[in-house]
């Protein structure tokens, strides 16, 4: 009886960490990488075996994925936290940094709970660089290993992982579709909504527990806020015509939205209870898209006012629009770097739909991408990634491209179209 209930604990722990290839399920391609990758060690940790080495794996593929590491081989033995360590031998063996832990049962616990535990010791400067012990219960594990991983790249790089994350992305299959949310390496995925009608611009509220999207299930396209962590939701624009572009405010109290109920398609902010909905700006054309900055000082937005589809910005208040872009005949999509220093956006160049990047400061563009059917960019958290949707082989897929274009990843479901992905924000 005892050895059956150890058993069914371990396949519950394995189906947390297994990565399982359903139809609804990413896999992550890697298919660049950054240069001077840091070489790093992860050493299984110590415990049970099964349960510590699940945990280093998840660890390793996160570190490994971001492209600034070089994994170096460890060997089979767990070295845990209190293990002394020989760092001339680490630097024989090429690691700059050697992170250690385990994974142990808490005594008493009738939850299945673990204290998980790990060190990162700088090889180079032989000494150690700090840890963090977290408590979790089986089906967290992974959340554990994912937090393990985001404090050892901030300790190494300087600046916040991206690993703790979660992206919202719409899966279109035959009659259907469905708004996923997955956690950053594209496991565990869950549906917040499945409809027969097309889902379209999920994004993020800035505190990361709401999603606003546009469903077109009532025949139409409707706005709507949905809360994730009680499934319930309603509607913020449904006026005559068209609701469409949902942007959060940086403080998650309204969003800008695009509507044609005054004819054409113009930009309002609306509160995100769905009340005070106010016009933003107004023009000849069709202005669609909008995007915040950080700072909340200003909404970058796409308008064809000029004649061509180009990027514009205009004051939170209201007031002058400001054109933003000016080479090629065919920019759409603005989306602003977390340190808005930066703007992802869409360029059309010789036929080709590309993603770019613009330093907002000199204006110079770097085209990231070697694809043609690129849309729909949004940031990782630190800035780092962009991820966005892309068409390889007659269907939809999901990518990602470091801002400097060194890192390249393919984010796929088998037999079914990915599009629409939205970065969550970092959530403490």
Not at 20 to 35: N, P
Not at 275 to 285: H, K, P
Not at 395 to 420: C, I, T, Y
Request: net charge neutral; glycine share 10%.
């Amino acid at each position: 009886m005892k050895t059956s209930t150890l058993l069914c604990g371990f396949c519950a722990i394995l189906l947390c960490f297994a990565t399982v290839a359903s139809h609804a399920q990413l896999t992550i391609e890697i298919t660049g990488a950054g240069a001077n990758r840091l070489p790093i060690g992860i050493a299984n940790f110590g415990g049970e075996r099964i349960v510590s080495q699940a945990l280093t794996s998840v660890v390793r593929a996160d570190l490994e994925r971001s492209g600034l590491f070089r994994l170096v081989e460890t060997g089979p033995e767990p070295i845990v936290d209190t293990t002394p360590l020989n760092y001339a031998e680490w630097k024989t063996r090429g690691a700059d940094a050697l992170a250690v832990g385990s994974v142990t049962p808490v005594a008493g616990s009738n939850d299945s709970r673990y204290e998980t535990r790990f060190l990162l010791h700088d090889v180079a400067r032989q000494a150690a660089l700090g840890g963090q012990t977290y408590l979790s219960s089986t089906t967290q594990l992974r959340a554990a290993a994912h937090r393990i991983a985001d404090s050892i790249y901030e300790k190494l790089i300087g600046e916040p992982g991206i690993f703790s994350t979660r992206i919202a992305y719409v899966v279109k299959s035959t009659g259907r579709f469905e708004l996923q949310i997955a956690d950053a390496d594209g496991m565990n995925a869950q549906t917040a909504l499945a409809s027969r009608e097309p889902i379209i611009s999920p994004t993020w509220s800035p505190d990361g527990s709401r999603l606003a999207y546009v469903s077109f299930e009532a025949k139409k396209p409707i706005v709507y806020v949905h809360s994730l962590a009680t499934g319930q939701r309603h509607v913020a624009a449904n006026f005559k015509g068209s609701n469409s572009a949902p942007a959060w405010s940086p403080d998650g109290k309204k969003l800008a939205v695009v509507l044609s109920k005054d004819g054409g398609s113009q930009m309002y902010l609306v509160n995100a209870d769905g009340s005070g909905v106010e016009r933003l700006a107004s023009s000849t054309g069709i202005d669609t898209e909008p995007q915040f900055s950080r700072d909340g000082q200003f909404i970058y937005f796409t308008s064809d006012r000029g004649g061509s589809p180009q990027i514009y910005r205009i004051p939170a208040g209201g007031g002058e629009a400001q054109r933003v872009t000016f080479d090629g005949s065919y920019n759409v999509t603005p989306r602003l770097s977390p340190d808005s220093k930066s703007m992802a956006f869409i360029s059309r160049n010789n036929g080709r739909f590309q993603l770019t990047l613009m330093d907002l400061a000199t204006k110079q563009a770097q085209i990231l991408t070697d694809s043609a059917k690129d849309e729909s960019p949004s940031f990782s958290p630190n800035g780092r990634m962009i991820i966005y949707a892309t068409e390889l082989g007659g269907r939809g897929v999901l990518a990602a491209v470091s801002s400097d274009g060194r890192v390249k990843q393919k984010l796929s479901v088998q037999v079914a179209d990915v599009r629409e992905p939205s970065w969550g924000p970092q959530v403490k």
